[in-house]
């Protein structure tokens, strides 16, 4: 994501100053590239508490010998 937005970035100063729909596209491709991290990393962070919740639903339903082995290892 890094390496897009400085190559966008790039674009937008190599642009002509007259090329005013040029530079527009350029700034919505930037926050297209944006909004896209922030919804990829929404999803990701959306898995981790899935996969927490699931583990802990695990834990709840561990039998009490297992949990007590559990503990003392």
């Known amino acids: 994501m890094q ?3 400085a190559e ?3 674009a937008w100063k190599r642009c002509p ?3 005013a729909e040029g530079q527009r596209l350029l700034l919505q491709l930037i926050k297209m590239a944006d ?3 922030a919804m990829l990393t929404g999803a990701i962070e959306t898995g981790k ?3 927490h919740q699931i583990r802990m ?3 709840r339903n561990e039998s009490k010998a297992r949990s ?3 503990r003392i290892a």
Do not use: G, N, Q
């Open 3 to 5: 390496a897009l937005r």
């Open 49 to 51: 508490f899935a996969e």
């Open 68 to 70: 007590l082995l559990r």
């Open 17 to 19: 100053v007259r090329d």
């Open 8 to 10: 966008v970035i790039a």
């Open 57 to 59: 639903d695990e834990l």
């Open 35 to 37: 909004k896209f991290e």
